[in-house]
């Protein structure tokens, strides 16, 4: 069974930065997509942005400039530099990640999350 684990979560001041890391175990398989999303008290968990295999990202226009997804070097890990940070980016931030399988018949996906890690930004 594939587990995602994240780290790097914390308290940070507006305008500051943190690093939101994520490592995948339990597949031999390298992942298609990784990505983050979150969830603040009240709301529906939203994308914050992903990466596929091939380099693609997709990020929200709410972080666009100041968020960036990338792999890390190790097989299955991507992590989330976030900069000028905004109180309303608070929230509980989870990793995300998908494999696609494909046969002449069928396309599947297979989709795994983590626990979650708080991020608060508040003065």
């Known amino acids: 069974q594939v587990q995602l684990v994240e780290s790097g979560g914390g308290l940070v001041q507006p305008g500051g930065s943190l690093r939101l890391s994520c490592a995948a175990s339990?597949?031999?398989?390298?992942?298609?997509?990784m990505g983050w999303y979150r969830q603040a008290p009240g709301k529906q968990r939203e994308l914050v942005a992903t990466?596929?295999?091939?380099?693609?990202?997709n990020y929200a226009d709410s972080v666009k400039g100041r968020f960036t997804i990338s792999r890390g070097n190790a097989k299955n890990t991507v992590s989330l530099q976030m900069n000028s940070l905004k109180p309303e980016d608070t929230a509980v931030y989870y990793c995300?990640?998908?494999?696609?399988?494909?046969?002449?018949?069928?396309?599947?996906?297979?989709?795994?999350w983590g626990q979650g890690t708080q991020v608060t930004v508040s003065s």
């Open positions: 990466l596929t295999s091939g380099g693609n990202t």
């Open positions: 995300n990640a998908v494999r696609i399988t494909t046969t002449p018949e069928s396309r599947n996906e297979y989709d795994y």
């Open positions: 339990g597949t031999i398989f390298s992942l298609d997509i």
